[in-house]
């Protein structure tokens, strides 16, 4: 079970317009500046993000919001929570067609 609070799927932009202090400090902290800009910020990759001290899944939601707002995106996302899901879902299909063949069934595949 995990207590952390999910990302927040779209924060409403004109909260999102300045960085909360938290992930403002993690960004100057991993850019060693004491100011940071949005073009900076979107030059960094988004594993360079992720291994930031002090930067989790919450924070790096709130960064893409911060730096969608200001027409920035950020680079090398990777593949989203619906592949992982459709990836697991084709496998547990497999094992269930497996399942059938293995005692004696004919499963057949609709194209």
Do not use: F
Not at 63 to 81: D, F, K, Q, T, V
Not at 85 to 102: F, V
């Amino acid at each position: 079970m995990n207590d952390c609070p999910s990302p927040p799927e779209n924060p409403d932009p004109a909260a999102v317009a300045q960085l909360p202090t938290r992930q403002r400090n993690a960004l100057r902290l991993l850019l060693d500046k004491p100011s940071i800009s949005p073009e900076e910020i979107a030059r960094l990759d988004y594993r360079a993000l992720e291994r930031a001290p002090g930067v989790g899944k919450t924070s790096i939601a709130i960064i893409r919001a911060w730096l969608n707002a200001h027409g920035y995106e950020l680079s090398g996302l990777p593949a989203g929570a619906s592949s992982l899901r459709e990836r697991q879902r084709k496998r547990k299909l497999e094992r269930a067609i497996d399942y059938l063949r293995w005692h004696g069934y004919e499963v057949r595949r609709a194209r």
